[in-house]
């Protein structure tokens, strides 16, 4: 299941990457931001769950 997620996800940048005209690869600026956006979402998903789980108990 983790592989079609990833597969998923990998397509829809893929998308929006052609939709802003970005080369790909991307120049290495516009790479390290995605990553850094990526790992930043990775980690508030959990957080946001649990701030949102505190406030409805």
Request: positive net charge.
């Amino acid at each position: 299941m983790s592989y079609l997620i990833s597969l998923a996800i990998g397509l829809f940048v893929g998308v929006l990457y052609g939709a802003l005209d970005f080369r790909s690869p991307a120049p290495p600026a516009i790479a390290l931001v995605g990553l850094m956006g990526m790992l930043m979402g990775e980690k508030l998903w959990p957080m946001g769950r649990q701030l949102i789980s505190g406030w409805l108990s």
